[in-house]
């Protein structure tokens, strides 16, 4: 089945800086890659996706980009704001709409 | 209105008791799953239904029993609760090939 490992487990970063969180997955054949925020005591919410089709996307001050020969996807946010603190999740999924997680990133933004 | 919401939002209860989670959803989705977050935080699937057909279960004890009476609905029975069961419980919904789950509020279990 699918692995997904993600990079860094913590991460602080000064407000206004950018911040990078890394995934690497297993399986070749896995064809989305969402990104989920989830704020302390709420649902992980979808923030931005890829498909296997696309290198990058962006979505404001969000970016993310997928190297399917390297297997890695990576979710890139600019500008950062108090209110980008939460924990984020990388996700892919195969052909059976299973998505399998990675194990979240703890993002704090420093006033 | 809520596109996937789940009842009850917090559980207590003691060892041994059975309960359910009740889930439902109203974006017309054919897919839902259970999912469990651990307070390390990790989101692991347990169930997934398409159309009220089982086509994922992973191992999971079989104290734990979801039931879906219709495609809008998929709920979740648990047996014989143990200390290890607390955790936070998200149901989700999908449509096949568009990829995105919409996530429930979750319902926070306490097994006491």
């Known amino acids: 089945g699918e692995n997904v490992e993600q990079h860094p487990s913590t991460l602080s970063v000064q407000e206004g800086d950018s911040a990078v969180i890394k995934c690497t997955y297993s399986?070749?054949?896995?064809?989305?890659f969402p990104w989920y925020k989830q704020e302390l005591g709420k649902r992980p919410q979808l923030i931005i996706d890829?498909?296997?089709?696309?290198g990058e996307k962006k979505d404001q001050r969000i970016a993310v980009t997928l190297n399917k020969t390297a297997k890695h996807f990576s979710l890139h946010i600019t500008e950062t704001q108090p209110e980008d603190s939460a924990v984020y999740f990388c996700?892919?999924?195969?052909?059976?709409?299973?998505?399998?997680f990675g194990t979240g990133t703890r993002l704090t933004i420093i006033p | 209105d809520t596109a996937v919401s789940q009842t009850p939002k917090y559980l207590v209860t003691q060892m041994g008791n059975d309960k359910s989670i009740k889930c439902e959803q109203n974006?017309?989705?054919?897919?839902m799953y259970w999912y469990k977050q651990d307070s390390k935080k990790f989101l692991k699937i347990m169930f997934s239904?398409?159309?009220?057909?089982?086509?994922i279960n992973e191992t999971v004890p079989n104290r734990f029993s979801p039931k879906s009476p219709d495609k809008a609905h998929l709920n979740l029975h648990i047996n014989s609760l143990e200390l290890g069961d607390s955790a936070v419980y998200f149901c989700?919904?999908?449509?096949?090939?568009?990829?995105?789950?919409?996530f429930g509020s979750g319902t926070r279990l306490t097994v006491v």
């Open positions: 996700a892919a999924t195969g052909g059976n709409e299973k998505l399998t």
């Open positions: 974006l017309g989705h054919d897919t």
């Open positions: 399986d070749s054949a896995s064809n989305y």
């Open positions: 989700a919904s999908s449509r096949p090939g568009l990829g995105g789950y919409t």
């Open positions: 239904y398409n159309n009220k057909e089982l086509i």
């Open positions: 890829i498909r296997s089709n696309v």
